[in-house]
């Protein structure tokens, strides 16, 4: 698995996660009850997989010992406490993560929007769990939220969520998901001049053609 560039990763963190799913419609997706918890937030790194079954040593012992730029991939398998918090995020940030993943609880929300890091999660918690088991970290593949995640691919998140792809995958969404935002934002601009958005599209021929069950896709006329 040929890793991204920090060129690509740059040009992937800078646009939204619609983009590059609009861009290559076979990018994994997560179930969507893993939503953010810090907002106005973008994500995207390889991911790091760790199994916390409500224990939340092995997510401290990544936070500290992953890669900076990865992204911690956590799938809590009983999934009743907490695995991480304040002080986790406080350590991702300090060791240069790019963010957080539970497929699972997390808890001081208050804290998390603080420190300012990406953290998805399925929901919060007081109960924090054990801190037993150090084991868990990067064992191989999780399930998150439903999909398969290996070491290395890369996860990306914003507020509508989570996508799931290959490097090689990212790499080539990124001229057509940079493509995308660079078309919608002209059509933005020219809707502040007052025309309307089936003006910037070819709505009318393409409306016509699938009604006579004709292969067309809506696209931007810009």
């Known amino acids: 698995m040929d890793p991204l560039t920090p060129d690509e990763l740059g040009r992937v963190r800078a646009l939204a996660t619609s983009s ?3 861009a290559d419609k076979s990018f994994a997706l997560p179930d969507p009850a893993i939503r953010a918890m810090v907002p106005d937030v973008r994500m995207a790194g390889p991911a790091v997989t760790v199994v ?3 224990d939340h040593l092995p997510v401290l012992l990544a936070a500290g010992e992953a890669a900076p730029g990865s992204v911690l991939v956590v799938v809590n398998p009983r999934g009743t406490r907490a695995v991480a918090g304040e002080l986790v995020a406080a350590e991702a940030r ?3 993560l790019a963010g957080v993943v539970i497929d699972g609880y997390c808890r001081d ?3 998390l929007r603080r420190i300012g890091l990406p953290v998805f999660a399925r929901g919060s918690t007081p109960a924090s769990g054990s801190a037993h088991d150090p084991r868990g970290l990067n064992l ?3 399930a998150l939220g439903g999909v398969p995640v290996r070491p290395g691919d ?3 998140g914003d507020d509508d969520g989570l996508a799931v792809a290959t490097p090689a995958q990212v790499r080539g969404a990124l001229a ?3 493509e995308v935002e660079r078309a919608e934002a002209a059509v933005l601009a020219s809707m502040g001049t007052g025309r309307g958005l089936a003006d910037h599209t070819n709505l009318d021929d393409h409306r016509a053609a699938r ?3 004709r292969d067309s896709s809506l696209r931007f006329l810009v």
């Open 20 to 22: 590059l799913c609009d």
């Open 52 to 54: 916390a079954p409500d």
């Open 211 to 213: 009604a006579e069950g």
């Open 140 to 142: 191989g593949p999780v």
């Open 154 to 156: 890369v996860v990306l």
């Open 94 to 96: 300090r060791n240069g």
């Open 109 to 111: 929300v208050a804290g």
């Open 176 to 178: 057509g998901a940079e």
